[in-house]
Nanobody
Framework: QVQLVESGGGSVQAGGSLRLSCAASGYTATPACMAWFRQAPGKERAWLAR???????TVADSAKGRFTISKDDAKNTLILEMRGLQPEDTAMYYCATGPLGLCAVGGTWFVSYWGQGTRVTVSS
């Protein structure tokens, strides 16, 4: 059974940094695509960054230049390094995996598995 467990969320002041991790278990092979989504209060869940099994990455405009996605296949771990955090980055952050379509398009409808989420709060 596939499980995704996020960690690393917390509260920071504007301009601060956080490193989110997602530990994946239950896979017999590297997932075709792994991604980070976030959902702010009252808003829809939206993708932030994705990485395919070959390490190719795509980052949403809202995260470009500030967020970096990476993975450690040996540890089955997905990472999101966030810097320059702003109050508008306050949200629940979710790890997700899915087929190549998730990396091609990025929509929630391509997600096969979700983590439980980790909360990020940025104060001004």
């Amino acid at each position: 059974q596939v499980q995704l467990v996020e960690s690393g969320g917390g509260s920071v002041q504007a301009g601060g940094s956080l490193r989110l991790s997602c530990a994946a278990s239950g896979y017999t092979a590297t997932p075709a695509c792994m991604a980070w989504f976030r959902q702010a209060p009252g808003k829809e869940r939206a993708w932030l960054a994705r990485i395919d099994k070959d390490g190719r990455t795509t980052v949403a405009d809202s995260a470009k230049g500030r967020f970096t996605i990476s993975k450690d296949d040996a540890k089955n771990t997905l990472i999101l390094e966030m810097r320059g955090l702003q109050p508008e980055d306050t949200a629940m952050y979710y790890c997700a995996t899915g087929p190549l379509g998730l990396c091609a398009v990025g929509g929630t409808w391509f997600v096969s598995y979700w983590g439980q989420g980790t909360r990020v709060t940025v104060s001004s």
